[in-house]
């Protein structure tokens, strides 16, 4: 009987070790199929608003110099490239005509002058006066538009930068030159509505031009247009650079750098943002050292600063994410946190 008890006695105890060892080993297998992730702690902190656009450079003023009535070339005294000032004489043309108008003009003047006279010792008529004014003025007016149309000059400083015809054509629909004001010269961005209380006529702009890779130019904003694009939901703003040296050219590729100020907002490492395949959307991975479990946010980002992502919403100041590990993740899961990153780096972009 003895012997029985002590067989049964046995027989329990190897079968309770039996079934504590299963239950470690299975514990230790749960514990090792948790997903290990590195996570690290996020602080809201001061960022530059930065707005990039591009844009093409362009003249500040463009002119056509043409002619109101079809004419023959006489002379071009400019070429392209020819720098030429304001009002200086650039075209000349047939003035044949301009002699027969002249002798007509004067002597509607005398006809004129002398129906004044006549009406004054009361031997002529006011209607002959006025009918005699009417066609003095069309006539001086019809003189001054033929000398204007006969010696052309500029408008504006600048250069030429197109020539259509040669002395001894007759204009057509073409103009005969074009002028450019190249100082300054100015490029036409397009800013999102909701920065149109941060741009102001006067404020500076960073430029940077791809043909001058190594230098930065100065801008200015000279001229914002008070109307928003419903369409694309901005506004434009024309910005003006000096150009006092040349170099910059209309036509040449341009990026404008403007400085809105700073926000206080989350920056999180670029490793901790998710890209949803196929949506577009990006979601964060957010720990909670409670229940040792990770939540997936939508994110809305901001600027990328370097290696990291302005955060405008999903994520709250002090919370941790992961920054590692996401690929076996989904919201709710159970973590193994294998590693907690230093955050200074963060805070103190």
């Known amino acids: 009987m003895n012997r029985h008890i002590a067989i049964l006695a046995l027989t329990l105890a190897l079968t309770a070790c039996s079934k504590s060892g299963s239950e470690n080993s299975q514990a230790n297998e749960t514990a090792e199929e948790l997903p290990k992730v590195e ?46 000032a304001k009002g200086q004489k650039v075209v000349i043309l047939d003035d044949v005509n301009i002699e027969q108008l002249r002798v007509r003009l004067a002597n509607t003047e005398r006809e004129y002058n002398r129906a004044v006279k006549l009406l004054e010792i009361g031997a002529g008529t006011q209607q002959s006066v006025d009918q005699l004014k009417t066609e003095l003025d069309a006539s001086r007016r019809q003189y001054t538009n033929m000398v204007e149309n006969t010696v052309l000059v500029s408008p504006i400083s600048g250069v030429v930068t197109a020539r259509n015809y040669d002395p001894g054509d007759m204009t057509g629909t073409q103009p005969i030159l074009t002028i450019e004001q190249v100082q300054p010269v100015k490029i036409i961005i397009n800013v999102s509505e909701t920065d149109y209380t941060k741009v102001h006529k006067g404020m500076g702009v960073d430029i940077a031009l791809d043909v001058y890779p190594d230098e930065k130019f100065k801008g200015t904003v000279y001229l914002i247009h008070p109307t928003v694009d419903a369409s694309t939901r901005t506004f434009t703003v024309e910005i003006t650079i000096d150009n006092a040296a040349d170099k910059v050219l209309p036509g040449m590729f341009a990026r404008a750098t403007l400085n809105f100020g700073t926000a206080n907002n989350i920056v999180v490492p670029d490793r901790a943002v998710v890209k949803q395949t196929g949506s577009g959307n990006k979601y964060i991975y957010v720990y909670n050292p409670g229940t040792q479990t990770v939540s997936f946010n939508q994110v809305q980002l901001g600027q990328r600063i370097d290696n990291t992502y302005e955060v405008l919403s999903g994520v709250k100041d002090g919370e941790m994410v992961v920054i590692s590990g996401q690929t076996r993740l989904s919201s709710g899961a159970k973590v193994d946190v294998v590693n907690r990153a230093a955050t200074d780096s963060i805070a103190n972009k």
Not at 43 to 63: L, M, S
Not at 64 to 76: F, Q
């Open 39 to 84: 996570i690290q702690q996020v602080f809201t902190t001061d960022v530059n608003q930065i707005g990039e656009y591009t844009a093409t450079v362009e003249a500040f003023k463009t002119n056509n110099i043409s002619t109101s009535t079809p004419n023959r070339i006489k002379n071009i005294l400019v070429d392209v490239g020819s720098r030429v």
